[in-house]
């Protein structure tokens, strides 16, 4: 693993950086309760479970801001799921800011994109999917990332060494494939394997309203593949990650109460080169009846031109939502969506609502349900896994 | 004798024109040369609190940091960074404030590393849940009201121009504010705001100016009373430094991004 060389490149740094300007400790400790509503489909699954876990960061920087370190660790224990249970470095890394160039060396998180449904463009990060089937928990990558900012825009490019496999629930999980997966038996069709150092490129700029991002990425694929087999008398799968290249475009007009947003990727190394999209608006009313309550409504079609050959089970949706931002002293929100298979009718909903407590407390509730899932739909493995979280953290 | 009726003459003429001036002109006049009193200050830094009461005298507190750089013929840009309260920490918010046109804002979420740029049409939303609204601590351009003098009136231990200005943007949250400015330093005093339906809903009032760079004056103390709801936020300003040599750069995406 790359943390070690990662790990001995910051203490140097550190350790060079006598005159630090700031130097703070933040992060939360978090207690969480899951019941799912529903028998789970096999016998081994868990029922409700409930599970612990921590973020500490640290920040240190120097020569008026000009460098900086910054270190991310997480951490969940869960009552159930040994999978689920995993120690992860999200950030531990170097900032160098010049006048026109930027240099970022270590473990990063990078998030590219600009649609709320899903996110087809954001490659850089693998998905945390044991954190949540949502895929915006990312694991920390190593990286060197060079930002050129000049007037024709900003230019990223990275060198992403130390692939990060995805993370799945283990066989007694819930939410996980119909057969688990048999993370240990990860196959490459690259003859490097993990070691393979993987290259991105990144252009970005803002015209007036408009935030436009044009991408290309090269090297394994954060998304795999899936091959069934046999171990000890089980099936499981056997995640493949295969080589690819993928183009991409990333666009929101910001137009008064309207944001207009557009996602295309276009991939080619996993099966026939591909075209997915998600497009479409969010539109806000403010100060809903004189009160300062912000409505949000947001919809988005979700498109795949592999139809049922798409490795994600939005291939032709439709995302409709509503955020409700109550602009209180407990910044209270409230955030719920259904995705809607066009072809099959199958239906994911989604809740999730949070308010502060105090100062320094947070509660979150978060719901997520499956109904009228079709046998083909590759959701079906999480029919009967409906569930609602109650969530309590401590930030610090 | 002489000199002194020329002199006589001259200080007639000008209380003639002064009198010619209609209170719309003797207000726009009296905003701009406050606003040209605060010009070319070039960049500043400042530590925020805000402490947030309720009717009931429940407290809650936000720390925020802020800077500020003077962009010639258009609005500020200013970056907000937040430290409190601690589920927020490291949210940051970047404003291109523009004189006419509507303002560009990016808000950063640190738990995704996600740049949002959001719509500026939530003018009179409130800031953090305070009693201030975006509108209230955005950038205040001349170009943003128009103006109308009413008269002068004693305040605190000067003599202030009371003068009422009306939003030019109808997403505004008010029909009307009465400002009184000070008359020696042209710095606001008090602002007091009317609602859409032009019932009294706000009360601003500074106190405890510092001055900078032997020019520029800024209000320690900012004290929002709401009338309607009995809620009240104190703003606290502390820390202020200017020339900075902050630039352009501190005020992108890439320093968004980078904000703590």
Redesign the interface.
């Known amino acids: 693993m790359l943390l070690r060389p990662a790990l001995m490149f910051f203490i140097l740094v550190y350790s060079m950086s006598v005159h630090a300007e700031?130097s703070e400790w933040?992060g939360?400790f978090s207690g969480e309760w899951r019941s799912f509503l529903h028998s789970p489909s096999d016998d081994e699954q868990h029922g409700d479970s409930s599970s612990l876990s921590a973020q500490a960061e640290y920040?240190r920087?120097w020569n008026n801001g000009k460098q900086?370190l910054r270190f991310t660790s997480f951490l969940r224990i869960d009552g159930r799921d040994s999978s689920r249970s995993h120690f992860d470095v999200r950030e531990l890394n170097w900032?160098t800011?010049h006048?026109k160039w930027?240099l970022t060396a270590g473990i990063g998180?990078?998030?590219w994109?600009?649609t709320e449904s899903q996110h087809l463009v954001d490659i850089i990060n693998q998905t945390d999917l044991v954190e949540s089937i949502d895929g915006?928990e990312k694991l920390g990558q190593l990286m060197l990332k060079l930002?050129l900012?000049r007037d024709w825009g900003?230019l990223d490019l990275f060198l992403l060494p130390g692939f990060r496999e995805r993370t799945f629930p283990s066989r007694v999980g819930r939410l996980r494939t119909s057969a688990a997966v048999a993370v240990n038996q990860a196959e490459y069709d690259s003859s490097q394997a993990r070691d393979h150092i993987d290259t991105a490129i990144r252009w970005?700029k803002?015209v007036g309203d408009w935030?436009i991002g044009l991408s290309h990425f090269s090297g394994t694929s954060r998304e795999p593949s899936f091959r069934v087999s046999q171990d000890k008398g089980r099936t499981v799968l056997i995640p493949v990650y295969t080589t690819i290249d993928q183009t991409a475009l990333d666009l929101?007009a910001?137009k008064?109460?309207?944001?207009w947003k557009l996602e295309i990727v276009s991939r080619s190394g996993q099966g026939d080169r591909y075209t997915a999209a998600t497009g479409g608006f969010e539109y806000?009313l403010?100060?809903i009846n004189?009160s300062?309550v912000?409505l949000g409504l947001i919809a988005e079609y979700l498109y795949d031109d592999r139809d049922n050959l798409a490795t994600t089970a939005f291939e032709n949706d439709v995302f409709l939502g509503a955020r409700l931002g109550f602009?209180?002293?407990?910044?209270s929100e409230l955030l719920a969506g259904v995705i809607i298979d066009v072809n099959d009718s199958s239906r994911v909903m989604s809740v999730e609502a949070s308010r502060?407590l105090?100062?320094?407390w947070?509660v979150s509730l978060e719901g997520r349900f499956f109904s009228n899932i079709a046998e083909l739909n590759s959701l079906s493995s999480f029919k009967n896994d409906d569930f609602v979280q109650l969530e309590l953290?401590w930030?610090? | 004798m002489q000199v002194n009726k020329i002199l006589l003459l001259i200080i007639l003429c000008y209380s003639t024109f002064a009198a010619a001036l209609t209170p719309e002109q003797q207000g726009l006049e009296i905003a701009m040369e406050s606003d040209r009193r605060d010009t070319g200050f070039g960049d500043s830094k400042a530590d925020l609190t805000m402490l947030l009461k309720n009717r009931q005298g429940e407290e809650s507190t936000r720390y925020i940091r802020l800077k500020t750089l003077e962009v010639s013929g258009d609005g500020d840009k200013s970056m907000s960074i937040f430290d409190q309260p601690r589920d927020v920490k490291g949210t940051a918010f970047l404003s291109f404030t523009h004189k006419t046109s509507s303002d560009d804002q990016w808000l950063f979420l640190p738990a995704l590393k996600r740049v949002k740029r959001i719509s500026s049409r939530n003018k009179s939303g409130s800031f953090m849940g305070s009693e201030f609204a975006y509108e209230d601590i955005s950038s205040q351009e001349v170009e943003k009201y128009t103006y109308k003098y009413i008269n002068d009136e004693a305040c605190g231990n000067s003599t202030c121009f009371v003068i009422e200005r009306f939003p030019v943007d109808e997403l505004s949250g008010y029909t009307r504010q009465v400002v009184w400015i000070n008359k020696e330093e042209y710095r606001p005093f008090k602002i007091v705001f009317y609602d859409r339906k032009n019932a009294l809903l706000k009360t601003l009032t500074y106190s405890d100016y510092q001055q900078y760079l032997n020019k520029y004056w800024r209000a320690d103390n900012m004290y929002m009373e709401n009338h309607q709801t009995g809620k009240t936020t104190l703003l606290t300003w502390k820390n202020y430094k200017f020339n900075n040599g902050l630039t352009s750069r501190d005020f992108d995406k890439n320093s968004l991004k980078r904000a703590r």
């Open positions: 700031k933040s939360y920040y920087e900086s900032t800011v006048d930027e998180k990078v998030f994109g600009v915006e930002s900012v900003n970005s803002s935030d929101q910001t008064d109460d309207w944001l806000t403010y100060g004189e300062s912000d602009n209180d002293e407990a910044s502060r105090g100062n320094n947070k953290a930030y610090f």
